[in-house]
């Protein structure tokens, strides 16, 4: 039975597991600064350092939790968010006032800035600016954004992506990566701003910045969690909705693609040619092939001329390149296992390791990916009878991906 909390230690142990519910057991006294609110919970636990954790209750989902240890980056329910949970538990009797006080601290900070003078607020804000050098680079480039100053974009943007004070001797270790991640996405925020204010061109360059900036800084970060690369998913998608909307000049766009594709230095993820399918056009496409074809002749065993060609092939086809770095393998269509011109349960195995391929990775049009091969894997198993197996193979997934709110959401609206 679901306690006053809202969850039970049974909760806790079964999203942990046996060990880390154990060690977590003697991290109760190590919780501090409980913060409880309605539906979530934060506090900070001494270990190794301090890290911060939050527990959030979900009507649908019921419990998750973060955690900035190691262990909790990686997706875990950590031994830290299971004593908070354990603590939170303890004070079930107290819940109630305790819920009933955070609503009305809440409702007296957002009466007090109501009341505020404007000349207040920017008094405020600019104090806060002071002590959070990270908040007065997002704002500032917030500012530049509403401005459509291009200059000032890029220089804001620069500042935001260097690994510079995020670093220790030039690299940036893993415990601060997702810190790092977090300021990044304020790149993605400014092109998404930028193309629904009408600038969609300026958005295209920026975005095109953002994506060297960061490419150029991944190879200085310890991204084992995955963050910064869903901050270039993310990244990636924003100018794809920036050239949708600008529609460039199919033969310079063709000339980025190409260019990103054959670039020297780790971009994060591929530049997708299906997705520009349309946008390129026979014109593009055509551009593409030139470049592709010049390439190849001077490196005929070049990897990447040679990745470059599948792609265009796949492109000129109008199918969707293979997710994500390297070549993955081509991907069968249900559609030939359930015609019987291929096996079912070797088309099963490719999608499989495809959507292994993916758990890692973060970002809407990845989750799209993953909710197409998922479909496409259900086919297979109805093709085989053994549409059981898949339901326990999704259930899984999802419990395994909870964290994930987007993907759990895309997924849904496939009927997944």
């Given at each position: 039975?679901?306690s006053?909390?809202?969850?039970?230690?049974?909760?806790?142990?079964?999203?942990?597991?046996?060990?880390?519910?154990?060690?977590?057991?003697?991290?109760?006294d190590?919780?501090?600064?409980?913060d409880?609110?309605?539906?979530?919970?934060?506090?900070?636990?001494?270990?190794?350092?301090?890290y911060e954790?939050?527990?959030e209750?979900?009507?649908?989902?019921?419990?998750?939790?973060?955690c900035?240890?190691?262990?909790?980056?990686?997706?875990?329910f950590?031994k830290?968010?299971?004593?908070?949970?354990?603590?939170?538990?303890?004070k079930?009797?107290?819940?109630?006032?305790?819920?009933?006080?955070?609503?009305?601290?809440?409702?007296?900070?957002?009466?007090?800035l109501?009341?505020?003078?404007r000349?207040d607020?920017v008094?405020?804000?600019?104090e806060l600016?002071?002590?959070?050098r990270?908040?007065r680079?997002?704002?500032e480039?917030?500012?530049?954004?509403a401005?459509?100053?291009?200059?000032?974009?890029?220089?804001?943007?620069?500042?935001?992506?260097?690994?510079?004070?995020?670093?220790?001797?030039?690299?940036?270790?893993?415990?601060d990566a997702?810190?790092?991640?977090l300021?990044?996405?304020?790149?993605?925020?400014?092109v998404?701003?930028?193309?629904?204010?009408?600038?969609?061109?300026q958005a295209?360059?920026?975005?095109?910045?953002?994506?060297?900036?960061?490419?150029r800084?991944?190879?200085?970060?310890?991204?084992?969690?995955?963050?910064v690369?869903?901050?270039?998913?993310?990244?990636?998608?924003a100018h794809?909705?920036?050239?949708?909307?600008?529609?460039?000049?199919?033969?310079?766009?063709?000339?980025w693609?190409v260019?990103?594709?054959l670039?020297?230095?780790?971009?994060?993820l591929?530049?997708?040619?299906?997705?520009?399918?349309?946008?390129?056009?026979?014109?593009?496409?055509?551009?593409?092939?030139e470049?592709a074809?010049?390439?190849?002749?001077?490196n005929?065993?070049?990897?990447a001329?040679k990745?470059?060609?599948k792609?265009l092939?796949?492109?000129?086809?109008?199918?969707?390149?293979?997710?994500?770095?390297?070549?993955?393998?081509?991907v069968?269509?249900?559609?030939?296992?359930?015609?019987g011109?291929?096996?079912?349960?070797e088309?099963?195995?490719?999608?499989?390791?495809?959507?292994?391929?993916?758990?890692?990775?973060?970002g809407?049009?990845?989750?799209?990916?993953?909710?197409?091969?998922?479909?496409?894997?259900?086919?297979?198993?109805?093709?085989?009878?053994?549409?059981?197996?898949?339901?326990?193979d999704?259930?899984?997934?999802?419990?395994?991906q909870?964290?994930?709110?987007?993907?759990?959401r895309?997924?849904d609206e496939?009927?997944?």
């Open positions: 039975m679901t006053s909390a809202g969850f039970t230690e049974d909760d806790l142990s079964g999203l942990a597991g046996p060990r880390s519910f154990e060690r977590g057991l003697g991290y109760r190590a919780v501090a600064e409980l409880v609110g309605a539906q979530r919970f934060t506090a900070v636990v001494s270990g190794t350092e301090a954790v939050v527990l209750l979900d009507e649908e989902y019921g419990l998750s939790g973060e900035d240890c190691p262990y909790g980056l990686d997706g875990n950590c830290h968010c299971v004593a908070v949970g354990l603590v939170v538990l303890e079930r009797d107290e819940l109630p006032r305790l819920k009933a006080e955070a609503k009305a601290r809440a409702g007296s900070l957002e009466s007090w109501g009341s505020r003078s000349d607020l008094l405020l804000v600019r600016m002071d002590s959070d990270s908040l680079r997002r704002l480039l917030r500012a530049a954004t401005q459509a100053d291009p200059a000032q974009l890029r220089a804001r943007i620069a500042d935001l992506l260097a690994v510079g004070r995020f670093s220790r001797y030039g690299y940036v270790e893993y415990a997702q810190v790092y991640a300021q990044a996405g304020e790149a993605v925020a400014a998404r701003a930028l193309t629904a204010e009408g600038q969609a061109a295209v360059a920026l975005a095109r910045e953002a994506i060297r900036l960061l490419g800084s991944y190879d200085r970060i310890d991204d084992s969690a995955g963050c690369g869903g901050v270039a998913a993310d990244l990636d998608e794809l909705e920036a050239c949708r909307a600008a529609a460039p000049d199919r033969t310079e766009l063709a000339d693609l260019d990103r594709l670039g020297d230095h780790d971009h994060l591929e530049a997708e040619l299906g997705d520009y399918r349309d946008l390129l056009g026979e014109p593009g496409l055509r551009r593409v092939r470049r074809e010049e390439a190849s002749r001077r005929p065993s070049g990897w001329e990745h470059l060609m792609q092939a796949k492109a000129e086809r109008g199918l969707k390149p293979p997710v994500g770095k390297g070549d993955r393998g081509a069968l269509p249900a559609q030939v296992a359930r015609d011109a291929g096996r079912p349960d088309a099963l195995a490719v999608y499989r390791r495809a959507i292994e391929g993916l758990k890692p990775l973060t809407d049009a990845r989750y799209r990916e993953m909710a197409r091969l998922l479909l496409e894997a259900r086919a297979c198993h109805r093709a085989l009878g053994t549409e059981e197996e898949f339901a326990e999704l259930a899984a997934l999802k419990a395994d909870r964290r994930k709110r987007n993907l759990l895309i997924l496939h009927g997944l």
